[in-house]
């Protein structure tokens, strides 16, 4: 029956289709369903049965509700659409009791190269906002579609021009090419544009028809197979074994340029982006360039916050998840309950990796729906048969598996010391046990386009020589072993359930052993300034699992982690999460990764040879850093999240201080002194390389960690330690409390905190987060001092722009007695005097190693 519909489809007979109808059937509903669906032209037809439901009546017991994907070809354009069918078997012979479309993908284009026509092009110029692609002379050939032109391939000799607006951005396109314009010659482009947009930015009379050469239609040829399915192309997986396209939409707009010194560059308007300007390097895989057009800086604002922007919000995660860690290959059943936000939302874009395969879409509202991918993207786009009233629940289930290689821990929310260019390690003699990360920065399950907080349970089986630690509190009588050693079907089974919100979700299995179990006890108590705070939860469940030849290391982490948590604790005055697992594995290099409830932290084996010279992240005379500046993750960077990728210092600034807090608290003065040394170092040494806003960029295009670690987590940190000596010991403890509580389970930006401080400290404080987060000088001091009787005279000078810096002056008494003064220095010149209580031997400047300056 459904070969026939088929047939009909292709043949568009709608009265081959109501043939099909039974009687008893509504015909004004049938007749309905064949004119929407049923239309002349068609090329091709394919019909895929997803579902099958059995069902029945006393008229005829035997019957079905099918649910098909239907996909029609009208030559070069396409058209996807999901039915239910319910069908009976009536006197033999199958027919159809009722239809209904359910979703439909209208205007899919097959687009072309035009070898029909070769034009001739000189001196033409197609100019977007800070891009010009100057075709100096060549040949030219349409991109050709149902709609219309949507592009060209240019093939000859011409010159890229891209002239970022914003400051900071031509400071990276200066990093990148040695310029703040760049420049660069090219052989050969090809451009998409929507076919409204056609006439506009490709004016006729530079354009001179002539007889098309057969060479020069093999070079666009060559262009365009390369270059066509990197933008725009969707895939229908078994429905067609092409790609097929969506129309650019006006306004958007793609080149891809072929120049000779870069590779492909790639430019990029994409109207609906928060950042709709992007300059991608393809050839490294580096984002040279990522800001906002001037329409879209109109509209929102210097900043933005993610969660304003997506059309849903992810509530809860259910996930039933089968791990073979060997081959790295997942098998999920994931269920996702989210709450529309848009007004009418029709489509629900999620990210999964591209290598999962996705065998089903089911909803509790429509029963199975008809996704497809987003090529190249780790995008899945489910179609909704109708649009979603805002504040609808929905809940999609979805069914994966495929092979999906593990994350190291070599970027995005992530602490690990790297090799410099000098640096070289040789194969160790014990090789670290192998682990399986899951985490961030792969898209392992179904799950919002940015991370959202939601709560989660999760089932996660494994085989029985593996453990797994995962985000969330293990369920009591979990693990379970399930099927048998026999036949080898035998699995061990986690449950892990979290009842606090967390912004993304992760596991690591690995060969563990527990290496420490306690409680560590919260009660009510005072904070420095002489508060009483109140906590979430007053105990933390603490545990170590440990690669085997890390159980006495693991156990050690265990005693320390319980004094770094009550530390913090007393900082913020809370305790996001009720548990707590430190999973212990083995390394070449030291490094950790803290989702919510646990962190990973590694442990690099002895005698393997390695050398590395100095890193930002790399503190010998603290060696409980890593554990303190993950652990304190839980607070900054789970508990509060950060608005998009410019406010990861959020995170890792706040991390990096608080570690340095508690190597005063447990090691003293001289230990603080020395972390914040180092970070100053790094900081000041990587200034030049952006402000410490463009978060993961810094360091991006040279491929230099360092400097993303220098500045996101080292001056982050410092500029938090400045603020600490401008405002007062009190206020700013206040003001980080006050920022954390009001941000729990919350995505915010420095726009947030600087609020927050601002409301305890009673002045403004934009003209610090401008120069010290948004901008990327440094300021330079001049001091001056005397000796006026029983005061010391200071007077400072800043020479260029006016910051908001604080100065330590420490000064040194007969005796051996010294005592630290600040300087709030705020103005061009600024005088005070010191009072002096004896016999003064000299002063030192900013000796403490808190303040980013120069100073002479």
Request: aromatic share 10%; with cysteine.
């Amino acid at each position: 029956m459904l070969a026939r519909v088929e047939r009909i489809v292709q043949s568009g007979d709608v009265f081959g289709y109501l043939d099909l109808v039974a009687g008893t059937a509504n015909r004004a509903r049938a007749i309905d369903f064949s004119r929407s669906e049923i239309q002349p032209g068609a090329t091709r037809v394919v019909v895929k049965e997803r579902d099958r439901i059995p069902f029945g009546s006393s008229i005829a017991p035997d019957g079905y509700r099918l649910i098909v994907d239907v996909f029609v070809e009208f030559g070069q354009r396409g058209r996807e659409s999901t039915w239910r069918l319910d069908v009976m078997r009536l006197g033999g012979v199958w027919q159809i009791f009722d239809a209904e479309r359910l979703t439909v993908v209208e205007r899919l284009y097959r687009i072309s190269l035009d070898g029909a026509h070769e034009f001739s092009a000189s001196n033409l110029t197609i100019g977007v906002e800070d891009l010009d692609v100057v075709f100096e002379s060549g040949r030219l050939f349409l991109v050709s579609s149902d709609a219309g032109a949507t592009g060209v391939v240019l093939v000859g000799r011409g010159d890229m021009r891209f002239h970022p607006r914003p400051a900071t951005e031509r400071g990276q396109v200066k990093i990148f090419g040695g310029s703040e314009t760049l420049v660069a010659p090219f052989t050969a482009a090809f451009v998409r544009m929507d076919p409204s947009d056609f006439a506009r930015l490709v004016p006729n009379d530079r354009l001179t028809e002539v007889p098309v050469d057969p060479s020069d239609l093999r070079r666009a040829s060559s262009v365009f197979k390369e270059d066509f399915s990197k933008s725009y192309h969707l895939g229908l997986g078994d429905l067609s074994p092409e790609l097929w396209s969506l129309l650019p939409g006006p306004g958007n707009f793609v080149a891809e340029v072929h120049t000779r010194r870069y590779g492909t560059l790639t430019y990029a308007r994409s109207k609906n982006e928060p950042e709709d300007i992007t300059l991608f390097d393809r050839q490294r895989h580096r984002n040279i360039a990522i800001y906002p057009s001037q329409e879209t800086l109109a509209r929102r604002g210097r900043t933005y916050n993610e969660d304003e922007l997506r059309d849903y919000d992810v509530e809860d995660y259910k996930i039933d998840l089968a791990v073979s860690p060997g081959r790295q290959w997942l098998d999920g059943v994931a269920t996702v309950r989210m709450r529309v936000r848009t007004e009418g939302m029709s489509t629900v874009q999620l990210r999964l990796a591209d290598a999962l395969v996705v065998r089903s879409i089911t909803s509790d509202r429509f029963g199975r729906l008809f996704g497809f991918r987003v090529n190249n993207q780790n995008i899945v786009v489910v179609n909704l048969p109708v649009g979603l009233a805002q504040d609808t629940v929905l809940t999609l289930t979805l069914a994966y598996s495929g092979r999906v290689e593990a994350q190291s821990l070599d970027g995005g929310e992530t602490v690990a010391v790297g090799l410099g260019q000098d640096q070289t390690f040789e194969t160790p003699e014990l090789a670290p046990e192998p682990n399986y990360l899951y985490s961030n920065r792969t898209p392992w399950y179904p799950q919002a386009l940015s991370t959202d907080y939601a709560t989660a349970t999760i089932k996660i089986s494994v085989p029985p020589a593996f453990a797994c630690v995962a985000s969330g509190v293990l369920q009591s009588g979990w693990p379970q072993l399930a099927g048998e050693k026999a036949d080898q079907s035998e699995r061990k089974i986690y449950s892990f359930a979290a009842e606090q919100p967390l912004r993304y979700l992760a596991f690591i299995v690995s060969r563990f052993a527990r290496a420490d179990t306690r409680i560590v006890a919260f009660s009510p108590g005072v904070d420095i300034s002489g508060e009483r705070l109140g906590r979430s939860y007053e105990t933390l469940a603490l545990s170590v699992e440990a690669n085997p030849r890390q159980i006495k290391s693991g156990q050690n982490l265990g005693e320390r982690a319980a004094d770094i948590a009550q530390f913090y604790a007393s900082i913020a005055g809370d305790l996001p999460y009720p548990a707590f697992t430190i999973a212990v594995t083995e390394g070449t290099l030291p490094g950790g990764h803290s989702p919510a409830y646990f962190a990973q932290i590694v442990q690099p084996l002895p005698f393997n040879a390695l050398v590395w010279r100095d890193d930002p992240a790399s503190f010998d005379r603290f060696p409980d850093f890593f554990i303190a500046h993950e652990l304190a993750h839980q607070w900054f960077g789970q508990a509060v999240g950060w608005g998009n990728y410019h406010e990861q210092w959020l995170s890792e600034g706040f991390a990096q201080y608080f570690a340095a807090l508690y190597a005063q608290h447990q090691r003293g003065d001289a230990v603080f002194q020395s972390v914040m040394r180092q970070m100053r170092r790094w900081a000041i040494r990587e200034s030049d390389q952006g402000p410490v806003y463009l978060g993961y960029r810094l360091g991006h295009i040279k491929s230099d960690g360092r400097v993303f670690r220098a500045l996101v987590y080292n001056k982050g940190a410092a500029v938090l330690h400045m603020l600490r000596r401008l405002i007062g010991e009190d206020v700013f403890f206040r003001g980080v409390r006050r920022f954390y509580s009001t941000s729990r389970f919350r995505k915010v930006g420095t726009e947030d905190l600087r609020k927050a401080f601002e409301a305890e400290s009673g002045r403004s404080l934009e003209r610090f987060f401008d120069q010290w987060i948004y901008g990327s000088t440094l300021p330079h001091l001049k001091v001056q001092y005397r000796v006026e009787g029983s005061e010391l005279a200071v007077h400072i000078d800043q020479i260029g722009e006016v910051f908001q810096v604080p100065v330590t002056l420490t000064l040194q008494y007969s005796g051996g007695r010294k005592a630290d003064v600040v300087v709030r220095v705020e103005e061009q010149s600024t005088d005070k005097r010191i009072p002096l209580d004896s016999m003064l031997q000299g002063v030192v400047i900013n000796r403490d190693d808190g303040t980013l300056a120069e100073i002479e």
